[in-house]
Antibody, heavy 120, light 107 residues
Framework: QVQLQQSGPGLVKPSQTLSLTCAIS??????????WNWFRQSPSRGLEWLGR?????????DYAVSVKSRITVNPDTSKNQFSLQLNSMTPEDTAMYFC??????????WGQGTMVTVSS | DIQMTQSPSSLSASVGDRVTITCRTS??????LNWFQQKPGQAPKLLIY???SLESGVPSRFIGSGSGTEFTLTISSLQPEDFATYYC?????????FGPGTKVDVK
């Protein structure tokens, strides 16, 4: 049974960097048939895709235009996990953040969510 | 980016009712559409993938149909645990985009 377990802080100061980690069990971050995504959800923006990484003989990365200048999604094969870094956080980045597996046009496994508040 | 609309934005229904939600997209997705159910404080739960394929463990009262630019989620007989918000998601191309959601509440 595949599970995703998120970890990271719930409070970030303005201008600082958000770092979240998603630990994978029951699958591999290096899988040739999956992609590993980050989404967020807020009342003002709804459910929003942020970025992904996937392995197909090499690593690939895709990012949403809205955050492209300040986002990094990285795999960690040694720990079988992937991470989200979002720089220059503002109050508009306050949201629930989710890590999600895509098994091929099918977003089937979701992490439990991390509520992130940006406030001084 | 592909634009997604859902209708209605909300509806009130009773247990046993047949409920239909529609998702329309700005360009053809073939059949690359997912449907999700979300309850307060929880992550979205996958119900339907590939427009009409039922995810393992999901009750058969959830029925997906459509292709191209128009898709439908039908709940054939609404159960008490089905009161929730429902979202469509295009999984055809990056960026993946969700619809705005349909809230199903008690009449």
């Amino acid at each position: 049974q595949v599970q995703l377990q998120q970890s990271g802080p719930g409070l970030v100061k303005p201008s600082q960097t958000l770092s979240l980690t998603c630990a994978i069990s029951g699958d591999s971050v290096s899988s040739n048939s999956a992609a590993w995504n980050w989404f967020r959800q807020s009342p003002s923006r709804g459910l929003e895709w942020l970025g992904r990484t996937y392995y197909r003989s090499q690593w690939y990365y895709d990012y949403a235009v809205s955050v492209k200048s300040r986002i990094t999604v990285n795999p960690d094969t040694s720990k079988n996990q992937f991470s989200l870094q979002l720089n220059s956080m503002t109050p508009e980045d306050t949201a629930m953040y989710f890590c999600v597996r895509d098994r091929g046009h099918c977003f089937d496994i979701w992490g439990q969510g991390t509520m992130v508040t940006v406030s001084s | 980016d592909i634009q997604m609309t859902q209708s209605p934005s909300s509806l009130s229904a009773s247990v046993g009712d047949r409920v239909t939600i529609t998702c329309r997209t700005s360009q053809s997705l073939s059949n690359y559409l997912n449907w999700f159910q979300q309850k307060p404080g929880q992550a979205p739960k996958l119900l339907i993938y590939a427009a009409s394929s039922l995810e393992s463990g999901v009750p058969s009262r959830f029925i997906g149909s459509g292709s191209g630019t128009e898709f439908t989620l039908t709940i054939s007989s609404l159960q008490p645990e089905d009161f929730a918000t429902y979202y469509c998601l295009q999984s055809y191309s990056v960026p993946s985009v969700f619809g705005p959601g349909t809230k199903v509440d008690v009449k």
